[in-house]
């Protein structure tokens, strides 16, 4: 249901292009990983993998699950609530790795968190925290990056440009656009992978 409203919502609001790497469409039980640069982008990676005929198992985070009517969603659709700082913040991974194995492909945040800007630029992608790689070293489940570019002209800065950015998004349009990459496999050892990417 999610991904379906997404894919009819994003449309209205900007111009969305999705382009992805030549070969074969992720396969199922994939770990997607996107940049995550503003409040809008879930939906707008959503509505862009639809488009694929991947509607993934969400990680994200567990606040969400206390909004009314989208915690009832998020918990009937099966996504996962991440509850950071926590005790249970490891049971994550391990309900995605349930998902990833009954053939679910799995999208989660590499950097776990939205970066902390006021302005509506783009600038490369955060350091990962470690899930990424222990879930892949855990599954042995393909990775695939999906890279989106624009979500922060739809909505991005104080609480009021946010409101007014997407009051707006309708007579603007902005262009947003969402690249699905090659598939890869990580190291098994996490240690290798967070020692590369601090390098």
């Known amino acids: ?10 449309p209205a609001f900007g111009n969305l ?14 770990i997607l990983v996107a940049n995550h640069t503003s409040l809008a982008d879930p939906a707008v990676v959503v509505a862009a ?6 509607e993934p198992v969400i990680l994200a985070t567990g606040g ?3 909004v009314p009517l989208l915690g009832a969603a998020l918990r009937r659709e099966g996504h996962i609530a991440v509850h950071r700082g926590t005790a ?9 790795a349930v998902a ?3 053939g679910r492909s799995v999208l989660l945040y590499g950097e776990g968190g939205l970066p ?15 899930g990424l790689a222990r879930l892949a070293a855990a599954t042995g489940a393909p990775v695939v990056p999906v890279g989106q570019a624009g979500a922060r002209r739809l909505c991005s800065g104080s609480g009021a440009k946010q409101l007014a950015g997407v009051l707006t998004a309708p007579l603007r349009r902005p262009c947003v656009h969402v690249h699905i990459g090659s598939p890869f496999h ?9 020692e590369n990417s601090s390098s």
Not at 1 to 10: D, E, K, Q, W
Not at 49 to 54: E, V
Not at 186 to 194: C, M, S, T
Request: net charge positive; no cysteine.
């Open 17 to 30: 292009t999705v382009t992805a790497a030549p070969g074969p469409r992720p396969a199922p039980g994939s």
């Open 116 to 130: 902390v800007r006021l302005d509506a630029g783009e600038s490369a992608p955060g350091p990962f925290r470690s």
């Open 64 to 66: 969400l699950w206390r």
């Open 186 to 194: 990580l190291p098994d050892r996490p240690d290798r992978v967070l």
């Open 49 to 54: 993998l639809r488009r694929y005929g991947i």
């Open 1 to 10: 249901m999610l991904s379906r409203i997404a894919a009819a919502v994003v």
């Open 88 to 96: 249970r913040a490891a049971d994550s991974l391990d309900a995605a």
């Open 100 to 102: 990833l194995a009954s």
